[in-house]
């Protein structure tokens, strides 16, 4: 079984900063994409961000403000939020295709998912 733990939620003031971090631990044989996904309510879950061995892909809306990277050694995804606004506010989730030591397929896994709230 693998389990994603994210952390690194909290509230801000409109403009400040956080970083998520979502570590994949588990019997891993290899992760392909991994991403960050937020649901606002009343809304439904939107991309954000993902991360594949080669390429970033963002949504419109974070373009230029967040930035995903990972840390293959670690299993370990981050998410820079940088100049965040009021509409940033979500319960983010962390994503992962993983294939593990017994089941030799990608499989996608979420975390439980962090609160970031931020104020104006």
């Known amino acids: 079984q693998v389990q994603l733990t994210e952390s690194g939620g909290g509230s801000v003031q409109a403009g400040g900063s956080l970083r998520l971090s979502c570590a994949a631990s588990?019997?891993?044989?290899?992760?392909?994409?991994m991403g960050w996904y937020r649901q606002a309510p009343g809304k439904e879950r939107e991309l954000v961000a993902i991360?594949?061995?080669?390429?970033?892909h963002y949504a419109d809306s974070v373009k230029g403000r967040f930035t995903i990277s990972r840390d293959n050694a670690k299993n370990t995804l981050y998410l820079q939020m940088n100049s965040l606004k009021p509409e940033d506010t979500a319960v983010y989730y962390c994503n992962a295709e993983v294939a593990t030591m017994t089941q030799r397929r990608f499989i996608h896994y979420w975390g439980q998912g962090t609160q970031v709230t931020v104020s104006s």
């Open positions: 588990g019997r891993i044989f290899s992760i392909n994409h």
């Open positions: 991360i594949t061995s080669g390429s970033t």
